[in-house]
Nanobody, 126 residues
Framework: QVQLVESGGGLVQAGGSLRLSCAAS????????AGWFRRAPGKDREFVAGISWSGSSTDYADSVKGRFTISSDNAKNTLYLQMNILKPEDTAVYYC???????????????????WGQGTQVTVSS
């Protein structure tokens, strides 16, 4: 059974940076499509960033483009989300997700992903 475990969340001031990590058991990210989603209080879960099989392509929500970077280290079976220039509206629980479903494009719909982590809280103060 695939397990995804996120870490790296915390409290940071606006303009600061955090790097989230997602450690995977029994899968290698270069054979999965993976992504980061977030859920803010009172809001639906939303797509943040995704990376396709073999890391050949990435995609980002408009709200994080130019500030966030998704990457993977296949040797460590770990997915990352580097978050820079954080804003209070980035405050949310961040989830790592993965699926073995093959796609040439990054999929942004949560229901496509069948493996999820437990989430890590990111709080950005103004």
């Amino acid at each position: 059974q695939v397990q995804l475990v996120e870490s790296g969340g915390g409290l940071v001031q606006a303009g600061g940076s955090l790097r989230l990590s997602c450690a995977a058991s029994t899968l290698t990210f270069n054979r999965y499509m993976a992504g980061w989603f977030r859920r803010a209080p009172g809001k639906d879960r939303e797509f943040v960033a995704g990376i396709s099989w073999s890391g050949s392509s990435t995609d980002y929500a408009d709200s994080v483009k130019g500030r966030f970077t998704i990457s993977s280290d296949n040797a460590k079976n770990t997915l990352y989300l580097q978050m820079n220039i954080l804003k209070p509206e980035d405050t949310a629980v961040y989830y790592c997700a993965a699926t073995a479903t093959y796609s040439t494009m990054v999929r942004t719909t949560p229901t496509v992903y069948d493996c999820w982590g437990q989430g890590t809280q990111v709080t950005v103060s103004s």
